[in-house]
């Protein structure tokens, strides 16, 4: 299969939909359009393609059972093509998050062995260990500021 005929999955959707039964054809819809959406020029240049690839078919997965199939002019290609598209925006930030926590780990494990003239691994189990701020790395959330409703003032007499 080269491409995915909107008719033919939409009809592989019905078949869920009555059934509860996801067929290999429907799999191989979902895996099709990952892939080919992972060659897009936004997404190609990653080294954990395959693993967005499979994040991306486990959120069509999920959320299969939103998209609403008797709906007229329901366009099965379009939602799951929108579905791809957020896991990996999704997947994505969470390996930036992940790869920042690595970086900082491996800056403090060089400053707390750059005095060290120790050989064995063993011999860094009596190094003092401080703790690592990872709130900083992860990014604190900002609290959205609520505009305060300013109360009515009476009329000056």
């Given amino acids: 299969m080269n491409y995915v ?3 033919n999955l939409l009809e592989e959707i019905r078949i869920y939909s009555e059934t509860g039964v996801r067929t290999e054809a429907l799999g191989a819809m979902l895996l099709l359009i990952a892939s080919r959406y992972a ?3 936004s997404f190609a240049g990653y080294s954990w393609k395959d693993d967005m690839i499979c994040e991306a078919v486990l ?3 999920k959320y ?3 998209f609403e ?4 002019g329901a366009n099965p290609f379009a939602y799951f093509s929108k579905v791809v598209h957020n896991s990996f925006l999704n997947y994505i930030a969470k390996q930036k998050k992940h790869s920042n926590i690595k970086d900082v780990c491996y800056k ?3 400053a707390l062995t750059q005095d060290c003239d120790c050989v064995d691994p063993d011999d860094y189990q009596f190094f003092n260990v401080t703790a690592i701020d990872y709130q ?3 990014g604190k959330k900002k609290k959205k500021k609520r505009k305060r409703k300013k109360k009515p003032t009476e009329a000056k007499k």
């Fill in 69 to 72: 199939v008797e709906k007229e």
């Fill in 59 to 61: 959120t069509c997965i």
């Fill in 39 to 41: 060659e897009k020029g």
């Fill in 64 to 66: 299969m059972h939103n």
């Fill in 5 to 7: 005929n909107n008719e």
């Fill in 136 to 138: 900083s790395i992860r």
């Fill in 108 to 110: 403090n494990v060089e």
